[in-house]
């Protein structure tokens, strides 16, 4: 028998009347009660669950046509496959099945087909009730052909739709294989044919359900327990103690720097070890290879930006989703402890910005001031002495932008604390300004520069595109004299020069006085009247007249003194010393001519263009 000889007939009848085993009852139903249909499964099942029940009704359909077709006397094994496709046709599936390959074995159960179906009713009714799809819809067009061939064959086959008209192909195009020839491709494809009650899978929902609401609740009793940790104003060690016991895991909070700020469950010479150094790329919870095991890694944000990490670590266990939650919980208690720490700091800050502005203002008595210094926590027991500290960046940005200066002068209020060093930072006129106080009066000088030489260390490690310059005032042991301090400190900035960075009042003489004055331009006059010619001579020349005239001068008009100093021939410098007197047309061993010439070098130097060493004796503070 060929498969082009099949009728409906031979197997099916519609009419009502004796029972024949040899015919099974046919009923009809109109395509578009069909389409109707799978539109109700879909609203009530959703799109998978249809996917699922229309693929195993096409399978049991295919099924039951198969079993019809083994009990015939095919001409060929072929014929027999052939029948599928006609029955598909004959059923009114399809209006016509165009066969392109077809390769099988039954001896070794395989088959490899392909066919195009032109006019598929499940095509058609999921136009016409959805629209255009994304993805294949004859689901029991590919069902039926699957139940059928497998059953023919006699080993699994899977047909797949790579084509179809709903999505606007002009046909469908189905492949059919056997799952071994598959290769794993229809792995996610197989679940679709097993049964599976609605019953189950809504206790499945249910678990689900029921271990989210557990994570919920664990959660937020996690979360609970963190903020009453912030809200009794615990810092990030408490935090992270809290995590890791509700959590039964290793936590470490770090900052964007990867300095560990808190560690629980661990040593922190262990958290160390297990740092992962390339945090940058964390913008959201992930698990990351760390040197021993893994951590789970959440960002912790502040003013929009992320200002640190928190981590669970694990050895070889994986984490659970629960985890994931907490974590996030545990970087938002973070982020809320570290804003009460600025708003705190930002306010405590104020407070003694306004302290030191009244101090300098001279506003309020002493008694006064030692109570307010009193409650901010800052011991105004002398010695004092100030610093200035100005950076041209600042200058440009600063009315455009104020918190550039008020985030350098929290960075340095914190750098003070953290060194237990006693200061008041502030800023004036677009100036920072800082006001120490306390200390060995027979050591201040070494304090003084060691204090000075780390507040610019770091602020050049922590704002490397700046540069900054510091102006170091003597030191007072009256409160009285500290507005007379932050005058020097100003002045000895605006004497900074391209040789330091770093500008201490007392070792400018009596050319510190003269730039206190607020006239720097009076004063570059001066020693240029005085020098203007000797300078003009002995700029191409590295300034050696000058330095030799400096010396001179500076050794009491000493010529065998300044000869050892300057490593010089006698003769020599008795030359030098004439061609100085030329130049400036004056006696320079004149008392009055001296005294103005050697005001003027040490001008000179402090202006940045004379690279002479002048040494500060141990007790030149005044």
Same mark, same amino acid.
């Given at each position: 028998m060929k498969a082009a000889d099949l009728k409906l007939s031979q197997f099916y009848k519609t009419a009502f009347g004796t029972e024949d085993s040899q015919f099974e009852k046919m009923i009809t139903i109109p395509t578009s009660a069909l389409g109707t249909l799978r539109k109700e499964l879909i609203e009530t099942l959703g799109p998978e669950q249809t996917k699922g029940f229309l693929l195993r009704h096409g399978w049991h359909c295919g099924v039951s046509d198969a079993l019809k077709m083994k009990k015939l006397d095919?001409?060929?094994?072929?014929?027999?496959?052939?029948?599928?496709?006609?029955?598909?046709?004959?059923?009114g599936h399809l209006e016509e099945v165009i066969i392109l390959q077809n390769d099988f074995d039954f001896d070794e159960k395989t088959i490899h087909m392909e066919a195009i179906w032109r006019n598929s009713y499940e095509a058609k009714e999921h136009l016409k009730l959805f629209g255009k799809s994304d993805h294949a819809v004859c689901h029991t067009l590919v069902g039926?052909? =699957?139940?059928?061939?497998?059953?023919?064959?006699?080993?699994?086959?899977?047909?797949? #739709?790579?084509?179809? +008209?709903?999505?606007? /192909?002009?046909?469908?195009?189905?492949?059919?294989?056997?799952?071994?020839?598959? &290769?794993?491709?229809?792995?996610?494809?197989?679940?679709?044919?097993?049964?599976?009650?609605?019953? &189950?899978?809504?206790?499945?929902?249910?678990?689900?359900?029921?271990?989210?609401r557990d994570n919920l609740n664990k959660s937020y009793q996690v979360h609970t327990r963190l903020m009453n940790e912030v809200l009794r104003e615990n810092d990030l060690s408490s935090i992270a103690g809290v995590l890791s016991q509700t959590a039964g895991l290793p936590v470490m909070i770090e900052d964007t720097q990867q300095k560990i700020l808190a560690v629980s469950g661990i040593s922190e010479e262990e958290a160390k070890q297990r740092q992962i150094h390339d945090l940058k790329v964390v913008t959201k919870t992930e698990l990351m290879k760390a040197p021993a095991g893994h951590n789970l890694v959440t960002p912790i944000f502040f003013q929009r930006k992320i200002a640190g990490y928190c981590s669970f670590l694990y050895n070889v266990e994986q984490p659970q989703e629960v985890d994931s939650m907490i974590l996030e919980r545990a970087a938002l208690a973070c982020s809320t402890y570290m804003l009460n720490e600025h708003t705190r700091f930002s306010a405590e800050q104020r407070m003694r910005g306004s302290f030191l502005e009244d101090v300098l203002a001279r506003q309020i008595c002493t008694?006064?001031?030692?109570?307010?210094?009193?409650?901010?926590?800052?011991?105004?027991?002398?010695?004092?002495?100030?610093?200035? %500290? +100005?950076?041209?960046?600042?200058?440009?940005?600063? *009315?455009? /932008?104020?918190?550039? %200066?008020?985030?350098? $002068? *929290?960075?340095?209020?914190?750098?003070?604390? /953290?060194?237990?060093? &006693?200061?008041?930072?502030?800023?004036?006129?677009?100036?920072? %300004?800082?006001?120490?106080?306390?200390g060995d009066l027979s050591k201040i000088s070494v304090f003084k520069k060691e204090v000075c030489r780390k507040v610019a260390d770091f602020l050049s490690r922590k704002y490397p595109n700046d540069d900054f310059k510091l102006g170091v005032s003597s030191t007072a042991q009256l409160m009285e004299?500290?507005?007379?301090? +932050?005058?020097? =400190? $100003?002045? =000895?900035?605006?004497?900074?020069?391209?040789?330091?960075?770093i500008v201490h009042f007392d070792s400018l003489g009596i050319e510190g006085v003269l730039f206190q004055a607020k006239n720097a331009d009076t004063i570059e006059k001066f020693v240029y009247k005085k020098l203007g010619n000797l300078i003009r001579e002995d700029k191409n020349k590295d300034? #050696?007249?000058?330095?030799?005239?400096?010396?001179?001068?500076?050794?009491?008009?000493? $010529? +065998?003194?300044?000869?050892?100093?300057?490593?010089?021939?006698?003769?020599?410098?008795?030359?030098?010393?004439?061609?100085? *007197?030329?130049?400036?047309?004056?006696?320079?061993?004149?008392? *009055?001519?001296?005294?103005?010439?050697?005001?003027?070098?040490?001008?000179?130097?402090?202006?940045?263009?004379?690279? %002479? /060493?002048?040494?500060?004796?141990?007790g030149s503070e005044l």
């Open positions: 095919w001409d060929s094994n072929e014929e027999a496959l052939y029948a599928g496709p006609k029955m598909h046709i004959l059923h039926y052909a =699957s139940g059928y061939l497998s059953t023919i064959i006699g080993e699994k086959v899977i047909v797949i #739709e790579q084509g179809c +008209h709903a999505m606007g /192909d002009e046909c469908c195009y189905s492949v059919c294989k056997t799952v071994k020839k598959w &290769n794993g491709e229809v792995d996610d494809i197989l679940k679709y044919y097993e049964p599976n009650s609605l019953i &189950n899978e809504l206790n499945q929902t249910f678990e689900k359900l029921k271990i989210e008694e006064e001031l030692m109570r307010r210094a009193h409650y901010l926590g800052f011991d105004l027991k002398p010695p004092h002495f100030m610093v200035a %500290i +100005h950076s041209e960046t600042i200058k440009k940005t600063l *009315n455009k /932008d104020l918190s550039v %200066i008020d985030d350098v $002068v *929290n960075s340095l209020s914190i750098f003070c604390k /953290d060194r237990q060093i &006693n200061a008041l930072t502030g800023q004036k006129s677009g100036i920072i %300004i800082m006001l120490l106080s306390g004299d500290i507005t007379q301090l +932050h005058e020097e =400190s $100003v002045a =000895s900035l605006k004497i900074m020069n391209r040789n330091s960075n300034m #050696e007249l000058t330095k030799t005239l400096f010396h001179y001068l500076n050794n009491g008009c000493n $010529v +065998h003194k300044t000869a050892r100093v300057m490593n010089f021939s006698i003769s020599g410098l008795r030359y030098r010393l004439q061609r100085v *007197n030329e130049i400036l047309q004056s006696d320079i061993n004149r008392p *009055n001519v001296t005294y103005q010439i050697y005001l003027a070098l040490h001008s000179l130097i402090a202006l940045g263009e004379l690279d %002479i /060493d002048v040494e500060v004796e141990e």
